[in-house]
């Protein structure tokens, strides 16, 4: 798929995998029932630690030409933005080391980012006072929410290296975002829309029985 609408993109996803995640929601599949709220181990409650990275999406992985892709910034702020790769680049970068977890039950230990963080994209657009909400839009037409505190924290970033290389398409390059403090459902591949809001909009997943936060500590795989 080329780097189309996100309009489109429905027609090319996976129906099957699609309905057994949520079969796994309504199951309430995975749930150990014992949260680990203090971080006690580093392993959160029912994950196993891999050492590979495994791919996980929608199965159309779009494949964005690096002079084609664009940020968006918008909704609730004072100073929309749009940034083409080079002035995404120009910005201040700076590196990251996170561990991420997947909802599939798998964890992936220091994983080690480059990017711009969450913290200087809030600084240049400046959310208004009544943004409470971020929806992250991607060029699949992947979506996901989190709260702006969620965005505001230290260690989120869109990413565009990871272990010192380029993030490769089918992990989301050009640009991602990583949210390492969530499941990483919540961290948007080729993400193109940054939207705050003052009203929540659940996205792909959180419309498909997936927790509206996604804290592995507590286990927030799914809803109700
Ligand atoms: N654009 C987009 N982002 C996405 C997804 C997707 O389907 N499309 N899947 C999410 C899910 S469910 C997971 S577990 C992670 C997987 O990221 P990875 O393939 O780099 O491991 O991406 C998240 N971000
Ligand atoms: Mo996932």
């Known amino acids: ?44 409650p029912g ?87 971020v929806l992250f839009t991607a060029y699949d037409g992947y979506t996901t929410n989190v709260k702006l505190d969620v965005f505001a924290e230290g260690n989120v970033l869109l990413a565009h290296s990871w272990e010192g290389a380029p993030i490769s398409r089918e992990h989301g390059g050009p640009v991602r975002v990583i949210i390492p403090d969530w499941y990483l459902w919540k961290s948007a591949k080729w993400v193109t829309r940054i939207e705050f809001s003052a009203i929540d909009q659940p996205g792909f997943w959180e419309v498909r029985g997936y927790h509206n936060e996604g804290d592995p500590w507590k286990e927030e795989r799914y809803s109700g």
């Not at 780097?3 to 749930?31: H, M, T, V, Y």
């Not at 002035?87 to 480059?114: G, K």
């Open 47 to 133: 994950q196993r630690e891999v050492k590979n990275w495994p791919v996980l999406d929608l199965g159309a992985q779009p494949d964005v030409a690096p002079d084609r892709w664009r940020l968006r910034i918008g909704g609730a702020v004072e100073n929309p933005a749009v940034f083409t790769l080079p002035e995404f680049m120009a910005l201040p970068q700076e590196d990251f080391v996170s561990d991420i977890h997947c909802v599939t039950q798998w964890s992936r230990y220091d994983n080690h980012w480059r990017g711009v963080s969450a913290k200087t994209l809030l600084d240049i657009v400046k959310p208004k006072a009544d943004a409470r909400h």
């Open 1 to 44: 798929m080329s780097d189309g609408e996100p309009s489109d993109f429905l027609k090319g996803i996976k129906d099957k995998l699609i309905r057994s995640k949520e079969q796994w929601a309504s199951d309430k599949r995975l749930i150990t029932g014992r949260p680990d709220l203090g971080h006690v181990n580093r392993l959160p």
